[in-house]
């Protein structure tokens, strides 16, 4: 009986033994597939996830493939290039040769001289055998046997340096943010040319504190002094437009005119074209229509448009339209938005038809050639400008110490910017983020800020507290705590401060539009003899007359005459103190249905008493100068006859200073 109870008992708990053992295991098991399934849920969300995120790159890459190419659209439809996604590796990018040119008078300051930059290529060379110091551009491009020179002019932002790099096929920077520097040279071994880039005309003048009328005057000097140096250097002249203007008339009919008397007196022979850049043209029917109107009507009556005539030159398979003009020979192109399917094609035909316009130079001595034409360029903008010479550049101690710190630092800043002559000033005033946190600690009311007589900018804050007209009196400490006013009634007191403190932050940390100089200067412009710089380089234009709205800058000695008749004789009198016959040239000329009397010369200043062969300061004298100097220099005007007077043979004659013209009245 015992035994049969002890053997259900344990029965019975190996029974309670057995369950637990399997009901642990099973709450194992179903842990574990629990985890299981809990993995293979994160494992289908992490998958789904993954997927997602895939998807999502997927779009970014295409948004960002999307940007990229917009941005290399948007580039080109603003003549530029930004970034290197959109330049070949080999692609060039920098100009050969700059020629810094601050201003026209430079040389007039004591130990200046014009820098002449040059790529790195270049600057390998001057270390060859074949390099010669005292003809150191030669010696560059000696391995070009023959090219043919091409510059192109044109206002600001016209498509000059666009023209160029499709003429070329180079990259160089343009478009707003971009400004060519004096005489930019790039050498084209493929096209054999060497093409002349300028800055434009038409560009701001920076801020002067005094001798406005100066700065006026040589910012004009100097850019037709720019002007006259590349049209003196190329054989072939590009004028860039966009829309023909009435200044843009009047400047192809100067170039018409110069380059026509240069082949009449001096055998010399230049080709104009004009190139007519439409950005926002993208068909042949609008070019048409562009052509229509600012091509055929403008020039109807000026260049006698039933002349005129539409050419067509078959080029693969492609019609390239262009003007020309035959009374002068005039060639017009166009260029269309090179974004467009149709500008594209047919910039590129345009580009090869004006290729194909060459006018050599065989072993043309460029060291020779550009000092002459600086000289006599100069002349008519600068008293008495001297022979020039090309020297190797020496850097100063502060550009070794700068290029020692950085590298990487722009050329720009190195350079000299017409120290004395060209001065900027600050756009806000240097302590006012200061002056505003302290506005912000003080939370007290705000006074109306002045603007002082003096202020270099109408935003630069130079405040005046209006409880205190004694402001000059009170500490720095004082000063610091001055307070705003709001100048917008829709910003109230904490706004206004606040709103004002992020502009300044903001502009401090915005940079302006800069054209750097990357090339390593390597050479100096500068007179052969250093001495009595300031009165031979001196700027002659430095006086503006003010005509209606327009400016007029007086350049050098100007005659003053009168017309009188005297019984049937018609007679001009003109001031000439100080010259004789032989300095004065005077013909009669007849243009278009009258006739004139053009008289030209050139008036030199006499100095030494002692002796009146000394033209200029000699060793015993020395010109100290003046405000008022006397004027001198080249001068050309022309007097219309009427048409009852005899226009040819007038009788002459010259005393004590004053010149007389004599024409009789006919019949």
Same mark, same amino acid.
Request: hydrophobic share 30%.
């Given at each position: 009986?015992?035994?049969?109870?002890?053997?259900?008992?344990?029965?019975?708990?190996?029974?309670?033994?057995?369950?637990?053992?399997?009901?642990?295991?099973?709450?194992?098991?179903?842990?574990?597939?629990?985890?299981?399934?809990?993995?293979?849920?994160?494992?289908?969300?992490?998958?789904?996830?993954?997927?997602?995120?895939?998807?999502?790159?997927?779009?970014?890459?295409?948004?960002?493939?999307?940007?990229?190419?917009?941005?290399?659209?948007?580039?080109?439809?603003?003549?530029?290039?930004?970034?290197?996604?959109?330049?070949?590796?080999?692609?060039?990018?920098e100009y050969d040769i700059i020629i810094d040119i601050p201003s026209v008078d430079y040389l007039s300051q004591?130990?200046?001289?014009?820098?002449?930059?040059? !790529? /790195?290529?270049? *600057?390998?060379?001057?270390?060859?055998? %074949? #390099?010669? $110091?005292?003809?150191?551009?030669?010696? +560059? =491009?000696?391995?070009?046997?023959k090219f043919s020179t091409l510059a192109c002019l044109g206002v600001l932002n016209k498509g000059k340096t666009?023209?160029?790099?499709?003429?070329?096929?180079?990259?160089?920077?343009?478009?707003?943010?971009?400004?060519?520097?004096?005489?930019?040279?790039?050498?084209?071994?493929?096209?054999?040319?060497?093409?002349?880039?300028?800055?434009?005309?038409?560009?701001?003048?920076?801020?002067?504190?005094?001798?406005?009328?100066?700065?006026?005057?040589?910012?004009?000097?100097?850019?037709?002094?720019?002007?006259?140096?590349?049209?003196?250097?190329?054989?072939?002249?590009?004028?860039?437009?966009?829309?023909?203007?009435?200044?843009?008339?009047?400047?192809?009919?100067?170039?018409?005119?110069?380059?026509?008397?240069?082949?009449?007196? !001096? /055998?010399?022979? *230049?080709?104009?074209?004009?190139?007519? %850049? #439409?950005? $926002?043209?993208?068909?042949?029917?609008? +070019? =048409?229509?562009?052509?229509?109107?600012?091509?055929?009507s403008p020039f109807n009556g000026n260049f006698h448009h039933h002349h005129v005539d539409i050419k067509k030159?078959?080029?693969?398979?492609?019609?390239?339209?262009?003007?020309?003009?035959?009374?002068?020979?005039?060639?017009?192109?166009?260029?269309?938005?090179?974004?467009?399917?149709?500008?594209?094609?047919?910039?590129?035909?345009?580009?090869?038809?004006?290729?194909?316009?060459?006018?050599?130079?065989?072993?043309?001595?460029?060291?020779?050639?550009?000092?002459?034409?600086?000289?006599?360029?100069?002349?008519?903008?600068?008293?008495?400008?001297?022979?020039?010479?090309?020297?190797?550049?020496?850097?100063?101690?502060?550009?070794?110490?700068?290029?020692?710190?950085?590298?990487?630092?722009?050329?720009?800043?190195?350079?000299?910017?017409?120290?004395?002559?060209?001065?900027?000033?600050?756009?806000?005033?240097?302590?006012?983020?200061?002056?505003?946190?302290?506005?912000?600690?003080?939370?007290?009311?705000?006074?109306?800020?002045?603007?002082?007589?003096?202020?270099?900018?109408?935003?630069?804050?130079?405040?005046?507290?209006?409880?205190?007209?004694?402001?000059?009196?009170?500490?720095?400490?004082?000063?610091?705590?001055?307070?705003?006013?709001?100048?917008?009634?829709?910003?109230?007191?904490?706004?206004?401060?606040?709103?004002?403190?992020?502009?300044?932050?903001?502009?401090?940390?915005?940079?302006?539009?800069?054209?750097?100089?990357?090339?390593?200067?390597?050479?100096?412009?500068?007179?052969?003899?250093?001495?009595?710089?300031?009165?031979?380089?001196?700027?002659?234009?430095?006086?503006?007359?003010?005509?209606?709205?327009?400016?007029?800058?007086?350049?050098?000695?100007?005659?003053?005459?009168?017309?009188?008749?005297?019984?049937?004789?018609?007679?001009?009198?003109?001031?000439?103190?100080?010259?004789?016959?032989?300095?004065?040239?005077?013909?009669?000329?007849?243009?278009?249905?009258?006739?004139?009397?053009?008289?030209?010369?050139?008036?030199?200043?006499?100095?030494?008493?002692?002796?009146?062969?000394?033209?200029?300061?000699?060793?015993?004298?020395?010109?100290?100068?003046?405000?008022?100097?006397?004027?001198?220099?080249?001068?050309?005007?022309?007097?219309?006859?009427?048409?009852?007077?005899?226009?040819?043979?007038?009788?002459?004659?010259?005393?004590?200073?004053?010149?007389?013209?004599?024409?009789?009245?006919?019949?």
């Amino acid at each position: 009986m015992f035994v049969g109870t002890l053997v259900i008992i344990i029965c019975t708990t190996l029974i309670i033994i057995i369950k637990k053992i399997l009901k642990r295991k099973k709450e194992k098991l179903n842990l574990k597939e629990s985890k299981k399934k809990k993995q293979d849920n994160e494992r289908k969300n992490f998958e789904g996830l993954l997927t997602k995120k895939r998807v999502e790159v997927g779009d970014l890459k295409k948004e960002i493939e999307k940007l990229n190419k917009d941005k290399i659209e948007l580039a080109k439809k603003l003549n530029c290039y930004i970034g290197d996604s959109s330049i070949p590796a080999n692609g060039i990018r920098e100009y050969d040769i700059i020629i810094d040119i601050p201003s026209v008078d430079y040389l007039s300051q004591s130990r200046k001289s014009w820098i002449i930059y040059v !790529s /790195n290529q270049l *600057k390998q060379k001057m270390g060859s055998s %074949n #390099y010669n $110091k005292k003809r150191p551009l030669h010696s +560059l =491009l000696k391995e070009y046997k023959k090219f043919s020179t091409l510059a192109c002019l044109g206002v600001l932002n016209k498509g000059k340096t666009f023209f160029i790099n499709k003429y070329n096929g180079t990259y160089l920077p343009s478009g707003t943010q971009a400004q060519t520097i004096g005489l930019s040279l790039s050498i084209s071994s493929l096209n054999e040319t060497i093409t002349i880039d300028t800055a434009g005309s038409n560009t701001a003048l920076q801020v002067c504190e005094d001798k406005t009328e100066e700065h006026l005057a040589r910012k004009e000097s100097t850019e037709m002094f720019i002007c006259d140096m590349s049209f003196s250097l190329a054989s072939i002249i590009v004028y860039v437009l966009n829309e023909l203007t009435w200044n843009d008339q009047r400047f192809i009919l100067a170039l018409q005119s110069k380059i026509q008397s240069l082949r009449s007196e !001096s /055998n010399i022979i *230049k080709k104009l074209l004009v190139v007519h %850049n #439409y950005p $926002k043209v993208n068909s042949q029917e609008e +070019l =048409l229509s562009e052509i229509k109107t600012y091509i055929e009507s403008p020039f109807n009556g000026n260049f006698h448009h039933h002349h005129v005539d539409i050419k067509k030159i078959e080029s693969k398979e492609e019609i390239v339209l262009f003007f020309v003009e035959s009374v002068n020979k005039t060639h017009h192109f166009f260029l269309c938005n090179d974004n467009s399917e149709f500008g594209k094609r047919y910039n590129q035909l345009t580009i090869e038809k004006i290729r194909t316009y060459k006018n050599y130079n065989d072993n043309l001595d460029l060291d020779k050639v550009l000092l002459t034409s600086l000289q006599n360029n100069m002349i008519p903008y600068c008293k008495s400008p001297k022979k020039l010479k090309i020297t190797e550049h020496e850097p100063t101690i502060n550009q070794i110490n700068n290029n020692n710190s950085s590298n990487n630092k722009s050329q720009l800043e190195e350079r000299p910017i017409a120290d004395s002559l060209f001065q900027t000033q600050s756009f806000l005033h240097p302590s006012i983020d200061d002056t505003i946190q302290d506005n912000d600690k003080s939370g007290s009311e705000v006074s109306t800020p002045t603007i002082s007589s003096s202020s270099s900018s109408p935003l630069q804050p130079i405040i005046k507290d209006e409880k205190d007209d004694n402001i000059e009196n009170k500490s720095d400490e004082a000063n610091t705590s001055l307070k705003y006013k709001p100048l917008f009634t829709s910003f109230g007191t904490d706004e206004y401060s606040k709103h004002l403190k992020e502009l300044c932050k903001l502009h401090q940390m915005v940079s302006p539009h800069r054209s750097s100089i990357k090339q390593i200067p390597a050479f100096t412009i500068s007179p052969e003899i250093d001495c009595n710089r300031e009165n031979d380089f001196k700027l002659i234009a430095n006086r503006i007359e003010i005509i209606g709205l327009n400016m007029v800058f007086s350049s050098g000695f100007k005659p003053f005459h009168d017309i009188v008749k005297v019984n049937s004789d018609l007679r001009y009198i003109i001031e000439v103190p100080q010259l004789e016959m032989e300095d004065i040239e005077f013909e009669t000329k007849h243009l278009g249905s009258q006739w004139y009397l053009n008289i030209k010369g050139i008036k030199k200043l006499r100095y030494d008493s002692n002796d009146q062969t000394t033209v200029y300061p000699s060793n015993l004298t020395s010109l100290c100068p003046s405000q008022n100097q006397r004027r001198d220099g080249l001068f050309e005007f022309s007097l219309p006859i009427p048409t009852e007077y005899l226009p040819i043979k007038p009788a002459v004659s010259l005393d004590k200073g004053v010149i007389t013209f004599k024409f009789e009245k006919i019949g």
